[in-house]
């Protein structure tokens, strides 16, 4: 059980660091100085997700709203996760006790 809320946790994080990075290049987008990030989320052999940031191309708008997207869609799937793990706690303590 524990195991599961650690790997949803890695996942949180890296929707987290996502946003981060996509919220980086939105504040900067009027900066031609400025190097955009592109976080990267891989599997961890231990299990979860490990993410990398890297620095990106120059300025992509469109692919920065859609990655901003994408890192909230898997956001809240991450938070439903935990949720779905908190009440299966709550269910076999209910047993238990």
Known sequence: MLQGLTISQSGLRSAEER????????????????VSLRAHGREAPEGGVRTEVELGQPHQRVEDAVEMIAAEQHFAAGVRAVQTQDEMLGALLDIEG
């Not at 981060?20 to 100085?33: C, L, P, Q, W």
């Open 19 to 34: 946003l981060r990075s996509t919220a980086h290049n939105t504040a900067n987008a009027t900066t031609e100085e400025t």
